[in-house]
């Protein structure tokens, strides 16, 4: 999943993105509204991770300018204030949640997939298909019981698929939401990943979970 920080103390910026990049999220990073907001009519994020106190354009202003403009991405506000009014406003105009600075690591993790979750309308941390299992909390996948190891890049593709699953999502897709914007497209990264999974978890299978659509992309569900 592509996450967008806008964070303008570059070093938290960066100890952030350090931090969701380990575990396994695309992150581009940005230090003001401005920028924020030319990244957001480029990229498709799946949640932004945005600072309130930030030079120029506020935090606030970012947002209220994505909604009136109609993007639903999730937003979760950091801010350094802990007043009331601060975080009634920042509800009020639209925010998904709020996270005091300075705030543990563990925390904003939990609050990213909580986000993700309310957005993708998934109830828990575990995505399941067929015999299939994919906890985007623990990291851990299992097919048929039997847990199957991935690596990082691996997993963020499985987990996008599965976020998507009876959807057929295009490589074009595949690529905006895994891979980060330093990433130059153009190769058959997607199709060589897909490969991937494949071995790993349809393989020796009878039911295959991970289907090719002839000139649209890739779909997982049951055969
Ligand atoms: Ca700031």
Redesign the pocket.
Known sequence: MRLLIV???VH?QKIIKKRLIKEGYSVDACGNGKEALDYLAVFPYDAVIL?????GMS?MDVLKKMRREGSAVPVMF???KDEIEDRVEGLNCGADDYLVKPFAFEELLARIRVMLRRSADTPTDELALADLRVDVGKHTVSRAGSRVELSAKEFAVLEYLMRNQGRVLSREQIEQHVWDCGYEGGSNMVDVYIRYLRKKLDEGYEKKLIHTVRGAGYVVREP
Do not use: Y
């Open positions: 964070e303008d103390e938290l600072d309130v106190m930030l030079p935090g950091l801010t350094a």
